[in-house]
């Protein structure tokens, strides 16, 4: 069983479409982050939440942290081809007290033009 | 912009053989973390370092494997006798102090075990 559950697999949307993608956990967490991996590369960060309830926006990103910190979500408005990428969410479970980030299996997300 | 840097990008070894990956972490971070990246799975935590020593590691992270920050700057992890299942990416990451546990991660090495 993932500790992290990250849905759909994979995503094919049209240039112009919305998308969410979503991570779900019956852990709660101190913090969650979504990075975004290219092919051979390392994950970059996209965003980190703290807060339950707490919605952060990066210019058409959307992240939002479930109020029991156990699942977030991340929303793209008018997908781009530029958007194309892996997209995993990790976190740190509130009784880890180092920092160790707990990945989803991640979203490969393609956006045609 | 300051960023998490790795050498080599690339490590080809045979097996039973030792190996060194290294990393520079942000100058200003206190905490260090190596993950790895198996072809097609998710990425795993392998081991965290605080203040010179480990603070937590994984099952993965067996007597085969040891970490190092030599001289205040590099952070190395070492792989005694390479197994062909320790064929991965792997990822450094390095944080500061705060809230969030925000992790910067490298690019990467991508070692080659044969």
């Known amino acids: 069983t993932q500790l992290l559950e990250q849905s759909p697999q994979f995503l094919s949307i049209q240039e112009g479409e919305n998308l969410t993608v979503y991570c779900n956990s019956s852990?709660?967490?101190?913090?969650l982050q979504w990075y975004r991996q290219e092919p051979g590369e390392g994950p970059v960060l996209l965003v980190t939440v703290v807060t339950g309830g707490e919605v952060k926006k990066l210019k058409r990103l959307t992240f939002q942290f479930g109020d029991a910190r156990k699942d977030s979500s991340l929303h793209i408005t008018a997908a781009q081809p530029g958007d194309t990428g892996l997209y995993l969410c990790?976190?740190?479970?509130?009784?880890?007290?180092?920092?160790?980030?707990?990945f989803g299996a991640g979203t490969q997300v393609v956006v045609t033009p | 912009e300051p960023e998490v840097t790795q050498t080599p990008s690339h490590q080809v070894t045979q097996m039973g053989q030792e190996v060194i990956l290294r990393c520079v972490p942000i100058s200003n971070h206190l905490y260090f973390y190596w993950y790895r990246q198996i072809l097609g799975q998710k990425v795993e935590f392998l081991v965290s370092?605080?203040?010179?020593?480990?603070?937590?590691k994984s099952e993965i992270f067996d007597d085969q494997f040891s970490v190092e920050r030599p001289d205040g700057s590099n952070f190395t992890l070492k792989i005694r006798s390479t197994k062909l299942e320790d064929s991965a990416m792997y990822f450094c990451?390095?944080?500061?102090?705060?809230?969030?546990?925000?992790?910067?991660f490298g690019p990467g090495t991508r070692l080659t075990v044969t």
């Open positions: 990790a976190g740190v479970k509130t009784t880890d007290s180092w920092g160790k980030l707990q």
């Open positions: 370092f605080y203040n010179n020593e480990i603070s937590e």
């Open positions: 990451a390095s944080r500061g102090r705060d809230r969030g546990y925000e992790q910067y």
């Open positions: 852990s709660v967490f101190s913090s």
